[in-house]
Nanobody, 126 residues
Framework: EVQVVESGGGLVQPGGSLRLSCTASGFTLNESATGWFRQAPGKEREGVSCISSRGTIYYQDSVKGRFTISRDDAKNTVYLQMDSLKPEDTAVYYC????????????????????WGQGIQVTVSS
């Protein structure tokens, strides 16, 4: 049984920071790709960032320079550090693993990921 759990979401003011954590039980995250997706009300789910087993990293253009993805193998945890947050970043963020990650958005399509967390709310508002 594989369980994926996100934590670290919440309410933050524009320009603030949050760090999301993704932990997995029953699966070793460094054996495959782990990605962060988000879905805002009325919008489709989109890939935000991913990291492959080899360390390949992808960022959606809208978050480049603001978000940083990393993996701590000792803790079997993937992080998404979100800085300079904007109201447009407001969404439910999902961690998913056992997928693919390359240099393009197509490489991290949601359909390619097997295990998903329940999602965590990130709200950026003043």
């Amino acid at each position: 049984e594989v369980q994926v759990v996100e934590s670290g979401g919440g309410l933050v003011q524009p320009g603030g920071s949050l760090r999301l954590s993704c932990t997995a039980s029953g699966f070793t995250l460094n054996e495959s790709a782990t990605g962060w997706f988000r879905q805002a009300p009325g919008k489709e789910r989109e890939g935000v960032s991913c990291i492959s087993s080899r360390g390949t990293i992808y960022y959606q253009d809208s978050v480049k320079g603001r978000f940083t993805i990393s993996r701590d193998d000792a803790k079997n945890t993937v992080y998404l550090q979100m800085d300079s947050l904007k109201p447009e970043d407001t969404a439910v963020y999902y961690c998913a693993t056992d997928g693919l990650c390359g240099t393009t958005a197509q490489a991290m399509g949601a359909v390619l990921y097997d295990y998903w967390g329940q999602g965590i709310q990130v709200t950026v508002s003043s």
